[in-house]
């Protein structure tokens, strides 16, 4: 029996093959600049941010960004249309130059910054063309003394690929400022689970609600729940998963005193061979309470799309605006099918919509 899950996205479908991706970095998306003394956390000058893509064949699990078929790499800071080149602030490395290097906080006076990294690739089989865009944000966040915002970050990557990795950490700070609040500061996780509909589901914690199950430790799955490094190991991940710490100030002295503060992360798993990608038929936007769609979980397997009559277990699970499981929709919080009509009545500002495919 296989299984994955997917959540919405959007797919253009065609006869060439489906190209997906994603930036890795060094240092996280978040960049805190404290303006007593003018410094910066991470120092991108100091510790230079590093930016890797990734491209991969739905359905595989070889990295191509080296391989001879891309043929080039382009990257692009926010929306000018001019590629960057090596120098000032910026250098270009690797086999096909397909590494950022960014040597300066140019997010001085920013509230973020986006890059894209364009790759180009030529199907061996068909002779096409594709260009595969990615995409990766920065925010940068002014901290003063009082200020106080947790951070999530995976300092070993968030990629489990063909049983090279068997375990990866997520890592908890807790930043006061411009220093790490290590001080009686309490934490614990939780992963994103569709499952956890109510108080009395098993996993359940009043500080997550539902659409959470808290973690504890469990051999080769879970360690480090209660601290502020959680590792998670390769059995643990079924095609993704969606963490999140809550961590507490317990220091009595502190101006917040038993305050909760969130952040969550992701981890994949590439080896999976069972993927599923959501397609839409209506897009992903409803403008003014008007709009409709049909949603569509397509399963792919060794580069293949299998499944196509519907006849694995498909669940489908509506997270609202908030981030928490929708009980009332549906069966007991769920419906079923390979296909899911949604409608204005079901997006109240925002919805993401889970599924789980069981084959």
Same mark, same amino acid.
């Given at each position: 029996?296989?299984? #994955?899950?997917?959540?919405?996205?959007?797919?253009?479908? %065609?006869?060439?093959?489906?190209?997906?991706?994603?930036?890795?970095?060094?240092?996280?998306?978040?960049?805190?600049?404290?303006?007593?003394?003018?410094?910066?956390?991470?120092?991108?000058?100091?510790?230079?941010?590093? $930016?890797?893509?990734? $491209?991969?064949?739905?359905?595989?699990?070889?990295?191509?960004?080296?391989?001879?078929?891309?043929?080039?790499?382009?990257?692009?800071?926010?929306?000018?249309?001019? #590629?960057?080149?090596?120098?000032?602030?910026?250098?270009?490395?690797?086999?096909?130059?397909?590494?950022?290097?960014?040597?300066?906080?140019?997010?001085?006076?920013?509230?973020?910054?986006?890059?894209?990294?364009?790759?180009?690739?030529?199907?061996?089989?068909?002779? =096409?063309?594709?260009?595969?865009? $990615?995409?990766?944000?920065?925010?940068?966040?002014?901290?003063?003394?009082?200020?106080?915002?947790?951070?999530?970050?995976?300092?070993?990557?968030?990629?489990?690929?063909?049983?090279?990795?068997?375990? =990866?950490?997520?890592?908890?700070?807790?930043?006061?400022?411009?220093?790490?609040?290590?001080?009686?500061?309490?934490?614990?996780? #939780?992963?994103?689970?569709?499952?956890?509909?109510?108080?009395?589901?098993?996993?359940?914690?009043?500080?997550?609600?539902?659409?959470?199950?808290?973690?504890?430790?469990?051999? %080769?799955? +879970?360690?480090?729940?209660?601290?502020?490094? $959680?590792?998670?190991?390769?059995?643990?991940?079924?095609?993704?998963?969606?963490?999140?710490?809550?961590?507490?100030?317990?220091?009595?002295?502190?101006?917040? +005193?038993?305050?909760?503060?969130?952040?969550?992360?992701?981890?994949?798993?590439?080896?999976?061979?069972?993927?599923?990608?959501?397609?839409?038929?209506?897009?992903?936007?409803?403008?003014?309470?008007?709009?409709?769609?049909?949603?569509?979980?397509?399963?792919?397997?060794?580069?293949?799309?299998?499944? #196509?009559?519907?006849?694995?277990?498909?669940?489908?699970?509506?997270?609202?605006?908030?981030?928490?499981?929708?009980?009332?929709?549906?069966?007991?919080?769920?419906?079923?099918?390979?296909?899911?009509?949604?409608?204005?009545?079901?997006?109240?500002?925002?919805?993401?919509?889970?599924?789980?495919?069981?084959?």
């Amino acid at each position: 029996m296989s299984r #994955a899950q997917g959540q919405f996205t959007i797919i253009d479908y %065609n006869d060439a093959l489906t190209l997906t991706g994603y930036i890795g970095c060094n240092h996280p998306k978040t960049q805190m600049f404290n303006p007593d003394n003018n410094s910066y956390t991470p120092n991108w000058a100091s510790t230079n941010l590093v $930016l890797t893509p990734s $491209l991969y064949i739905i359905g595989t699990t070889t990295d191509q960004i080296t391989s001879e078929n891309v043929t080039m790499v382009k990257w692009y800071q926010g929306t000018s249309t001019t #590629a960057i080149a090596s120098g000032g602030n910026y250098t270009l490395s690797g086999t096909k130059s397909h590494i950022l290097t960014v040597k300066a906080n140019i997010m001085a006076g920013l509230p973020g910054v986006d890059f894209k990294c364009e790759i180009t690739y030529r199907d061996p089989s068909t002779g =096409l063309t594709l260009v595969h865009p $990615l995409t990766i944000s920065f925010s940068r966040v002014v901290n003063g003394s009082g200020i106080v915002d947790l951070m999530v970050m995976t300092p070993n990557g968030n990629v489990f690929k063909n049983s090279e990795v068997t375990s =990866l950490t997520a890592k908890a700070e807790l930043w006061r400022g411009s220093t790490v609040d290590t001080t009686n500061v309490t934490y614990k996780w #939780a992963i994103m689970d569709a499952s956890v509909t109510s108080s009395s589901s098993t996993g359940y914690d009043a500080d997550f609600g539902t659409g959470w199950r808290k973690l504890s430790n469990t051999t %080769n799955m +879970y360690s480090g729940c209660t601290t502020a490094t $959680l590792t998670i190991y390769a059995a643990a991940v079924d095609s993704y998963a969606v963490i999140r710490c809550c961590a507490k100030d317990t220091d009595s002295a502190s101006p917040t +005193y038993n305050s909760k503060f969130y952040d969550v992360c992701t981890f994949i798993d590439n080896s999976d061979p069972l993927q599923v990608i959501v397609s839409s038929t209506g897009g992903d936007v409803f403008k003014n309470g008007v709009g409709s769609t049909v949603l569509t979980a397509v399963c792919y397997q060794a580069g293949a799309e299998v499944d #196509a009559a519907g006849t694995g277990t498909y669940t489908w699970t509506k997270y609202d605006k908030d981030g928490n499981v929708d009980t009332a929709w549906g069966t007991n919080g769920s419906k079923t099918g390979k296909t899911l009509s949604v409608g204005t009545a079901d997006v109240d500002t925002k919805a993401t919509f889970m599924v789980l495919v069981v084959l």
